[in-house]
């Protein structure tokens, strides 16, 4: 069956680093979708990883563990703007996204 | 970059009314969109697949007759909310993606339905 692991809330101080984990089980994986959320928006692009490894892209990395079914997201240099929720979404197939709940990140001052 | 457009981005009717949304692609063709629907502080529900010429494949417990989907050209669909009622009160947001396997998901800024 298809199962996302995201912790549901994360909380970090501006100017720091934080991780967000994602575990999943899917079936005809086809590479995995980081989105960012704000509250009563819809969920922007952030990064898309198909291979094994880290990819970086200004203050956001994404890394890729096909063989271990993980995933995470790196935000650096925490800005008060970040507060919002992360959702990690696997690929199935060509174009069935599978959404979690995703992980409410909480910047404090 | 990719950009999808939806319209209206708020909208308040009275129970027993029908609303349209529409989705547009605005610099790529999307033979292929998605219509959802986040509850508050839940994560997204897929709706229904919309395909370009063709019937929209609907998720489980999706009604139908009661979410129409119109998927007319390579640049637009739609979703007709039929006779809504409060419950139906919603975010509603859709999504396309390019042809390539790297294309990300694009969203709409969605559509707030209250219906009163």
């Known amino acids: 069956g298809q199962n996302i692991d995201q912790p549901t809330e994360m909380t970090a101080t501006e100017g720091a680093i934080v991780q967000i984990n994602c575990t999943y089980q899917?079936?005809?994986?086809?590479?995995l979708f980081w989105y960012q959320q704000h509250a009563g928006e819809a969920p922007t692009f952030l990064s898309y990883?198909?291979l094994d490894g880290l990819e970086e892209k200004g203050r956001f990395s994404s890394f890729l563990s096909r063989s271990k079914g993980y995933s995470y997201l790196l935000l650096k240099e925490l800005q008060m703007k970040d507060s919002a929720s992360y959702l990690c979404?696997?690929?199935?197939?060509?174009?069935?996204?599978?959404w979690g709940a995703g992980t409410k990140l909480i910047i404090k001052p | 970059g990719a950009v999808v457009s939806q319209h209206p981005s708020r909208v308040i009717c009275k129970s027993g009314t029908s609303v349209k949304i529409e989705c547009r692609s605005l610099?790529?063709?999307?033979?292929?969109m998605f219509w959802y629907r986040q509850f508050p502080k839940q994560s997204l529900m897929l709706m229904a697949t919309?395909?370009?010429?063709?019937?929209?494949?609907?998720e489980q417990g999706v009604e139908k007759d009661k979410f129409l989907i119109n998927h007319a050209s390579l640049t637009l669909s739609t979703l007709t909310v039929t006779s809504a009622h409060p419950e139906d009160s919603s975010f509603y947001i859709c999504?396309?993606?390019?042809?390539?396997?790297?294309?990300?998901?694009?969203f709409g800024n969605g559509t707030r339905l209250t219906v009163t």
């Open positions: 999504s396309a993606r390019g042809d390539r396997e790297s294309s990300p998901l694009h």
């Open positions: 610099d790529f063709q999307a033979t292929t």
């Open positions: 919309s395909n370009e010429g063709s019937k929209a494949t609907y």
């Open positions: 899917t079936s005809g994986f086809n590479g």
């Open positions: 990883n198909v």
């Open positions: 979404a696997p690929l199935e197939g060509n174009y069935q996204l599978i």
